[in-house]
Structure formats: C-alpha cells, structure tokens
C-alpha cells in the first residue's frame, strides 16, 4: 500500500516527461530520440519503484520500462552512470555519447528500489540557495531529483499560515 497517499494525476504523460528531461540531459542530441520510454505501473513491486533496461526494438535504441516516470528518469540515470561511465551533477554534466549512437546493453538490467519513498530536502534547502533560483535552474534540480530516484520532496511553503492557525 502507499500509505493512503492520492497523487495528483500528471498533466503530460510520464513518458513525454521523461523524454523531454532526456532531450534536456543531452542538450537535445539526436541520441536522445534513440531512448524508448514505456511506463508501466504494474512493474511495481509492494509498491516499489521498478525498472528495466534493454535494448530496443530498432538498432542501437535503449529500452526504459519502469513503473512511474521516476523510475524512468532513474533508469536512465543509471545508462548514464553504469552503462556509458557518465555523470550528471548539481553543477554540470559530463556525459560520453556521441550524437546519434548509443552504448548496447550486455544484458537487461532490472533494478527494485529498497524503499517506497526516497526523499529529498531538509527546512533549509528553500532558504539558501533556492530562494533566488530561476525556472532553469529549478527545471535542472528537478530532473536531477527525478534522475535520482527521488519522489517526495520536503516542502514547508506555506507551513506558517497552518502554525498560526493551530
């Protein structure tokens, strides 16, 4: 169960979501028309973030399967980190695919998340730093969130209108 937890329904789907954040990653390279994305809910285990990667149907594309667009996001991510021997970090990027070709995937790779919730954040976080961030820049935090498992962001905006009310 997800704890009686009712998430919003998303606006755009998880896979256009996840495939513009990899067109963002790739500064918009060819490469990232060659990633898959398929969202499929019933990968979850006890509500646990799942996913796959494989190769594609056509030649030299990349299979994401994963049970919600985090998981998604995560899984590639993880192409990048474990596959392509890249990183993206809170400061830049530094990511080894060529423009229009992908490293294969020896074999598929299926990873379960150990945890329900992984978090993010603490009371400072909006109150150094990110009080003076603009939409880019909160638009890179966000897709690092997502790259990184992360799927429950500790926000108190407005936490002072309740304290003042109880």
């Known amino acids: 169960s997800n704890g009686g937890i009712q998430w919003p329904k998303p606006i755009v789907s998880s896979s256009k979501a ?17 990633f898959q994305v398929s969202i499929k809910a019933n990968l979850a285990i006890n509500d646990k973030d799942v996913f796959e990667l494989s190769n594609g149907s056509t030649s030299g594309s990349i299979l994401i399967s994963a049970s919600t667009g985090v998981a998604a996001a995560w899984a590639f991510n993880y192409y990048l980190k474990y596959i392509v021997n890249s990183s993206v970090y809170w400061s830049g ?13 020896a074999k598929p790779i ?3 998340a ?30 690092w969130m997502a790259m990184n498992g992360i799927n429950l962001v500790y926000a108190t905006t407005g936490i002072e209108y ?5």
């Open 93 to 105: 990027k530094n990511i080894r695919i060529s423009n229009s070709t992908l490293f294969p995937i």
């Open 114 to 143: 150990n945890d329900l919730y992984r978090w993010y954040g603490n009371p400072c976080t909006f109150s150094y730093s990110a009080a003076f961030w603009n939409f880019s820049r909160w638009e890179k935090e966000i897709d």
């Open 18 to 34: 996840i495939s513009d954040l990899i067109s963002r990653v790739l500064d918009d390279a060819p490469a990232a028309n060659l």
């Open 162 to 166: 309740i304290y003042n009310k109880v």
């Open 110 to 112: 299926r990873i379960i």
